[in-house]
C-alpha cells in the first residue's frame, strides 16, 4: 500500500527535523498523501530524534510499524543501530559516518559501538548499508550544518521525485542567503550516494 | 490549498477560520504552537497568559463579552486551570469558547499521562477528538458552534501524535467578517454564581448534556465505516489511525465526540457486528461508557492502559486477543538493547549549568552515571525541583534534584521538608516562567510562615523547554510586542524578602558565594541567577579547546555534564562547533590545571 516509509534520525541539534519537513513537502508537491511525525524527547538538544515520515496515495497512522521501514537516513551512527528493529528485510541504510558520543561514552562508563558492531547490527535486516562522509563533505564545503541538506541529497538518489523539486522545496523553506551553499551541499551528497552506490 | 499542518497549526488554522477573536494560553508541551500559530494572525488578539487558570479566567471574560474564543494548554494544566474550568461548565458562554486541551499519552515531555476526558465527564461539558490535522481544522468550527447552540464550553481533546504529526490539510475555509457588537449583557442569574443562582443553573447543565447526547446521535462527526460484521471497532482520536490499519477489513465505528455518548448509535452498530471491541488510548473511557449501557464489549483487556498506542502496540493487542494470528512484527534484535541510552542533557552554554554544578558540588552529589552509591559522600543538601529543563539535571554527573511533581511546587515542598523537622540545608531551584506561573504564592507562604529555606530562581529570560516562550518577566508580548516587563526581583522583594541576590549565571565565584552565604542565612533567602538560554544567542564566542599537554585526566570539566566536552582515544575534547564559547566558560573556570584556553591559546 505505501509508496514509501522512511525513517530520519539522528541527535537533536543536527537538523534532522528540517530535513524530514522538506521530504514531506516535496511529496506533497508531487501530489502523494504525506503523514510526518517526530518523536523527541524533553530536552531542545543533544537527545536522540526520530522522523518517522510516510508517504504514499492514503496514509493512516503517522507511525511507521517495526520492520516496515524502507529507507534509514541516520545522520549520526549510533543512532543508525538503535532503530535497526524497524528496517523492513532489504530496506536501504544511508548513514552518516560520523560519532557523537553520549555522556556516559565520554565519562568510560558505556562503550561507543565499533564500526564492524554498528554494520553487524544492521547487516541482521539488510545488505544495503552505506555510509557516507556527510560531516567530513560539509565541514570542507564550509558549513557544517548543512548535514541535514547533504543526507536530503543521499535520500534523493532513492526517492521518486524530479531534483527540480527538491530545489524548488529547498528554495521555499531556507534563507535566501543560505539557499547556494544547500544546495552545493544537496549536489554532494547526490553525488556521493550516486558513487557508493552502483 | 492544501498544505502540511501539524495538528497543533491545523487547530489553530480552525480557529482562526471560525472567528475566534481571543486566544489565551501558557506554553506546554504538546499544546504551545496553537497559540504560536495564532500569535502570527494579526487580527486576533493572543496572549501568553501568566498560567492555565488566568488563561482560562481571561478566556471565560473574552467570550462573556460575545467573542469567539479559544484556550490551550497541556493535560496537567487543565489541573491548574481547574477551578475556572468547572465555573464555566455551569455559567455556560456568551460567544462561544472552545478549550483545547493537549494529552501526552507516553509521557514525552510531562510529569504523568492523565486521560482528561475525565474532566469533561466532571465538568459535563463536551468533548471532540480529532484523529488527524485535516479533522483538527474542520472540527474547530463546528466547536465554536456547539458552544453557542448548546452554551456550553467545549473542550477538543488532542494528543502528542495528533497534535505534532503533520498530515494534508484542506483549508477549505476562510475567515469570516467580524459579526454582532461586543458587549456584556449583564445577566446576574448566569454569570453571579451565588448558590441561589448556581443551583438554579445546575439543572440546565443536566439538561445541556441531554440534548448534547441528542446532537452526538446524528452528527456527522460519529460515523460508521461499515466492513465486514465479524468485527466492530469503535475507536477515537490518533487510535483511529492504528486500529483502522490493523483490522482493514473490520467495520468501524468512529467517534469524533467521545462525550457524551451517541447510545442509539453505539446500540444499532453493536447489533450489527459479532464481536465489538474499543481501541483507545489511555483510560477506557469509551469502553466503561459502553459497558454501562449493558452492551458486550472489550478494549482494555488486550490494549495497554498505560503509554501510547501504535499500529505496534494494537496490532500484538490483537493477537493477544485471538483477533489476528500473525505475529505483528518479525522478532527483534537483541544486540540493540546494549547500545549507549543517550539521555537528554542541558545544552553547551546552558546558564543553569553553573548553579548546579556548584549545588552538586557543595551537596557531594557530583558523580558519573552508574558509578554506584558512595556511603562516604552523604548528601549534606536536599534540592527540590520544579518544571523546566532544568529538571535534566536530576541525571547523572550532577544529580542534583532530588523532587519534580508540578509547575512550583519546590518552594511548597522545601517549606514542608524544613516545617518537618529536616536539619540539612534545603534548597528549592525554580525557572523565572514556571516561578511566575506558581512560585509566587508559595513564596509569599514561606515569607509570612518564616521559612529559612533557599530559593533559587534559574532566570534565563525565556519559557525555554516548551521552545522559547515570551513570560510576563521577558517585556515582550505573545505577539511580538514591547510589553511591560515584570522585574522578578521586584516581585520577590515585594512580597517580603529582604536576603535577595541577583547573580550572573556564568560567574562560578559569584555563584559560589552566593549559595554559601544563602544558605548560611539563618532566614529566608533568594538567589536569581542570570543568563540568557544558550538556544537564543545568536553570537557564539570564540570556543575553548583542551591542551592536553596540561590536562591530567581529573575529568572535573566532564562532571559539568556539557554535551561539548568529550573523551575521544582517552583524551578529554571540546567539540568547537558545539561550543557557545566566550559567553560560558564554565569548563575553564572550574578547570584545576587551567588546561582549557579559548581557541587562540590565548589564557586569562
Known amino acids: 500500500m505505501n509508496v514509501l516509509d522512511l525513517f530520519v534520525t539522528g541527535v537533536g541539534g543536527q537538523g534532522n527535523i528540517l530535513a524530514s519537513d522538506i521530504i514531506s513537502e516535496t511529496a506533497l508537491a508531487a501530489g502523494y498523501d504525506v503523514k510526518k511525525t517526530d518523536t523527541l524527547g524533553m530536552a531542545q538538544r543533544n537527545g536522540s530524534v526520530i522522523s518517522h515520515v510516510r508517504i504514499a496515495h492514503r496514509v493512516y497512522s503517522p507511525l511507521i510499524k517495526q520492520g516496515e521501514v524502507d529507507i534509514l537516513l541516520a545522520f549520526e551512527k549510533l543512532e543508525a543501530a538503535r532503530w535497526c528493529n524497524y528496517l523492513r528485510p532489504g530496506a536501504v541504510a544511508i548513514i552518516n559516518n560520523h560519532i557523537l558520543p553520549p555522556l556516559a561514552v565520554n565519562l568510560g562508563v558505556e562503550k561507543y559501538p565499533g564500526d564492524k558492531e554498528v554494520h553487524g547490527i544492521l547487516s541482521q535486516r539488510t545488505d544495503q548499508v552505506y555510509f557516507v562522509e556527510g560531516t567530513t563533505s560539509v565541514t ?23 531534483v527540480d523539486a527538491w530545489k524548488e522545496s529547498l528554495s521555499q523553506r531556507l534563507p535566501s542567503r543560505l539557499l547556494q551553499i544547500n544546495l552545493d551541499a544537496f549536489e554532494l551528497g547526490r553525488k556521493e550516494i550516486h558513487d557508493v552506490h552502483v | 490549498m492544501k498544505r502540511l499542518l501539524s495538528g497543533n497549526e491545523a487547530l489553530a488554522w480552525g480557529a482562526y477560520h471560525a472567528g475566534a477573536r481571543v486566544a489565551t494560553a501558557y506554553p506546554g508541551t504538546p499544546s504551545t504552537e496553537i497559540l504560536e500559530t495564532i500569535a502570527r494572525f494579526d487580527d486576533i488578539y493572543a496572549e501568553w497568559s501568566t498560567n492555565e487558570k488566568v488563561a482560562m479566567e481571561v478566556a471565560l471574560g473574552a467570550c462573556y463579552a460575545g467573542v469567539r474564543t479559544i484556550v490551550s494548554m497541556k493535560h496537567v494544566g487543565l489541573n491548574v486551570a481547574a477551578d475556572p474550568f468547572m465555573a464555566a461548565s455551569i455559567t455556560g458562554v456568551n460567544g462561544g469558547l472552545v478549550l483545547i486541551c493537549a494529552d501526552d499519552p507516553g509521557t514525552h515531555s510531562s510529569q504523568s499521562e492523565q486521560d482528561n476526558r475525565h474532566y469533561a465527564r466532571l465538568a459535563k461539558v463536551p468533548v471532540l477528538e480529532p484523529s488527524d490535522s485535516q479533522e483538527a481544522y474542520d472540527m474547530m468550527a463546528i466547536a465554536f458552534d456547539i458552544s453557542e447552540q448548546f452554551d456550553t464550553l467545549v473542550m477538543v481533546r488532542t494528543t502528542t501524535r495528533i497534535s505534532h504529526s503533520k498530515s494534508v490539510v484542506d483549508l477549505s475555509r476562510s475567515r469570516p467578517a467580524p459579526t454582532g457588537e461586543v458587549g456584556f449583557p449583564r445577566n446576574v442569574s448566569k454569570y453571579v454564581m451565588l448558590p441561589v443562582n448556581a443551583r438554579f443553573r445546575h439543572p440546565l447543565v443536566e439538561e445541556r448534556m441531554v440534548k448534547l447526547a441528542g446532537f452526538a446521535e446524528t452528527s456527522p462527526l460519529n460515523r460508521v465505516e461499515s466492513g465486514e460484521r465479524n468485527l466492530g471497532v469503535i475507536t477515537s482520536g490518533v487510535a483511529y489511525q492504528y486500529a483502522r490499519e490493523v483490522f482493514p477489513d473490520a467495520s468501524f465505528l468512529k467517534l469524533g465526540i467521545t462525550h457524551p455518548l451517541p447510545r442509539e448509535l453505539i446500540r444499532r452498530f453493536a447489533g450489527q457486528v459479532d464481536r465489538l471491541v474499543v481501541i483507545e488510548e489511555l483510560d477506557p473511557f469509551l469502553e466503561e461508557g459502553i459497558r454501562a449501557m449493558g452492551v458486550e464489549v472489550t478494549g482494555k483487556d488486550f490494549i495497554p492502559l498505560v503509554g501510547e498506542l501504535s499500529t505496534d502496540v494494537v496490532g500484538k493487542g490483537a493477537v493477544s486477543a485471538g483477533i489476528l494470528t500473525e505475529p505483528p512484527v518479525p522478532p527483534g534484535i537483541t544486540a540493540v538493547a546494549d547500545l549507549p541510552k543517550r539521555p537528554p542533557l542541558l545544552c553547551p552554554g546552558c546558564p543553569h549549568t553553573g548553579m548546579f554544578f556548584v549545588l552538586a558540588s557543595m551537596g557531594q552529589r557530583l558523580k558519573p552515571p552508574d558509578s554506584g552509591d558512595n556511603p562516604a559522600k552523604k548528601s549534606n543538601l536536599i534540592i527540590t525541583g520544579d518544571i523546566g529543563c532544568y529538571t535534566l539535571a536530576t541525571y547523572p554527573p550532577l544529580n542534583a534534584m532530588d523532587t519534580t511533581a508540578c509547575m512550583g511546587a519546590s518552594i511548597g515542598q522545601a517549606l514542608g521538608m524544613e ?72 516581585v520577590v522583594r515585594g512580597v517580603g524578602v529582604s536576603d535577595v541576590r541577583v547573580v550572573d549565571a556564568f560567574n562560578m565565584k559569584e555563584l559560589r558565594a552566593a549559595a554559601r552565604s544563602a544558605l548560611a542565612s539563618p532566614e529566608l533567602a533568594v538567589i536569581i541567577v542570570r543568563g540568557a538560554c544558550a538556544v537564543g544567542v545568536p553570537q557564539r564566542g570564540e570556543p575553548r579547546v583542551v591542551d592536553a599537554g596540561k590536562c591530567n585526566r581529573c575529568d572535573v570539566c566532564l562532571l559539568i555534564g556539557c554535551p561539548a566536552i568529550q573523551t575521544v582515544d582517552d583524551k578529554v575534547y571540546i567539540d568547537t562547533t558545539l561550543c557557545v564559547g566566550d559567553i560560558c566558560t564554565i569548563c575553564q573556570q572550574v578547570c584545576p590545571q587551567k588546561a582549557i584556553t579559548p581557541v587562540t591559546g590565548e589564557t586569562e
Do not use: W
Request: net charge negative; glycine share 12%.
Open chain 1, 140 to 162: 570542507a564545503l564550509g558549513n557544517a550544518r548543512t548535514l541535514n541538506i547533504f543526507m536530503l541529497g543521499c535520500f534523493s538518489h532513492f526517492a521518486p521525485f524530479e
Open chain 2, 419 to 490: 516545617k518537618a523537622g529536616i536539619d540539612t540545608n534545603i534548597v528549592a531551584v525554580i525557572g523565572d516562567s514556571t516561578f511566575l506561573h506558581s512560585g509566587i504564592t508559595p513564596l509569599v507562604d514561606a515569607v509570612y510562615n518564616e521559612g529559612k529555606i533557599t530559593v533559587v530562581i534559574l532566570d534565563n529570560g525565556t519559557t525555554a523547554m516548551t521552545g522559547h516562550q515570551e513570560h510576563p518577566g521577558t517585556g515582550v508580548s505573545a505577539q511580538g510586542n514591547k510589553a511591560t516587563k515584570v522585574e522578578l526581583e521586584n
